[in-house]
């Protein structure tokens, strides 16, 4: 039996930002609930109906109510990310405060400082919350190494979780269960309980395949779908493509890269500097044998990838370093491809790939890509809100 009313408020996103995890988590409640209100910038809302449209999902119960969020902008990047992220919660604060008695309320961003509001402030509007986070919540280990603003938000989260009662209205979910029992181990005792999670849900458009360049080569095609820089893999597939040797293997950069590399085992697909429209990163996604991504090992301790849960909605093997985070997909579905702890393992994985075990992973992927369809992780948002419920 569907539940009554609920809201959803995003005061961060603007077009297609967190579309794939927006949408999903759309789909979701608006099949747990007979009315949702969706609150977001109309460039979100509009990117929205699309993504629905493109498939074929109704979404009549839903009401779009489109704002203009446009935030003044400051020179210095670190105080503009600062100053951001007080006007986010000051509106989530507000449009909490508005919502009509006996909804429930869904945030799919961190809400920040509006935590401390809500919680001091908010005291008779009595409307459940949960809320989703993302990489922030990384933060609150304090010995997190980043810019002076992420050392201010990492304080504010200690002493948010560790310092202050959550206030029982409150929900907050991570993107995998391995998240919450290790966010868990940062949380004061008595808001444990207030942790929860749901798997990263994982939804793309399936329409007629445009056809753009073909990718000429008759060997082993490795595609990196996600960014590559400084912080996302670039020092460690430099190091990969001087040891390859496998002459029927290449390389191939997908989405931007911050520095042009000359190697016979490497090519650019995209050097416009940005990111290529859907349709033509589609294409050479499909071209691919398999797909690798060099992020650090041991990272992704409270973080989900895009670019994993693309190679399994396409049904690529994944060839990675080990984190935290391919782990737990890896151990929850079993073995999706390879997942190595040097980058000498990884140069070895791909010097001996072939076709035959690319073709071994195909059925856990399949089972993988089902399992993350939003209407398979409802049943995980269900027992949330439930939580919530008996909590209030």
Not at 200 to 222: A, M, Q, T, W
Not at 224 to 235: E, T
Not at 319 to 340: R, T
Not at 347 to 355: P, T, V
Request: hydrophobic share 40%.
């Amino acid at each position: 039996m569907k539940k009554n009313k609920a809201v959803i408020i995003d005061c961060y996103s603007r077009g297609n930002y967190h579309e794939v995890i927006n949408q999903g988590y759309l789909m979701m409640i608006s099949n747990l609930y007979e009315q949702v209100t969706y609150i977001a910038d109309g460039s979100s809302c509009c990117n929205l109906r699309k993504l629905l449209d493109s498939c074929g999902y109704n979404y009549s119960n839903v009401n779009f109510v489109e704002k203009d969020f446009n935030y003044r902008r400051y020179k210095w990047a670190g105080f503009d990310y600062l100053i951001h992220l007080v006007a986010v919660s000051w509106n989530n604060f507000k449009l909490y405060k508005a919502t009509p008695d006996g909804v429930d309320v869904f945030f799919n961003n961190n809400i920040q400082f509006a935590i401390l509001l809500i919680s001091k402030f908010a005291k008779k509007n009595h409307n459940r919350i949960i809320d989703m986070c993302h990489s922030e919540l990384e933060l609150i280990d304090s010995f997190y190494e980043g810019s002076r603003v992420n050392r201010i938000l990492g304080i504010y989260y200690r002493f948010v979780f560790q310092k202050n009662r959550i206030d029982k209205r409150m929900r907050f979910i991570l993107l995998s269960s391995a998240m919450s029992d290790y966010f868990k181990s940062f949380v004061r005792e008595d808001n444990r309980d207030k942790i929860g999670w749901i798997d990263h849900c994982y939804i793309r458009p399936v329409s007629r395949l445009l056809e753009f360049d073909n990718v000429e080569f008759e060997g082993v095609k490795i595609g990196i779908p996600g960014l590559i820089s400084l912080k996302r893999g670039l020092s460690e597939l430099k190091d990969v493509l001087k040891l390859l040797n496998n002459k029927n293997l290449k390389v191939y950069s997908i989405s931007a890269i911050t520095e042009h590399l000359e190697n016979t085992h490497f090519q650019e697909l995209n050097s416009t500097g940005g990111l290529l429209p859907f349709p033509q990163y589609n294409w050479y996604i499909k071209q691919m044998d398999a797909l690798a991504l060099f992020y650090t090992p041991g990272s992704y301790k409270l973080t989900a990838s895009g670019a994993v849960l693309e190679a399994i909605w396409n049904e690529k093997p994944i060839i990675a370093f080990e984190n935290e985070y391919f782990k737990y997909l890896f151990g929850k579905f079993g073995s999706l491809g390879v997942l190595c702890t040097s980058v000498e393992e990884l140069a070895f994985a791909l010097n001996n790939i072939s076709i035959d075990d690319i073709n071994k992973y195909k059925s856990n992927l399949a089972k993988a890509k089902e399992c993350l369809l939003p209407k398979n992780v409802e049943h995980q948002l269900i027992k949330e809100i439930n939580k919530l419920h008996e909590m209030v």
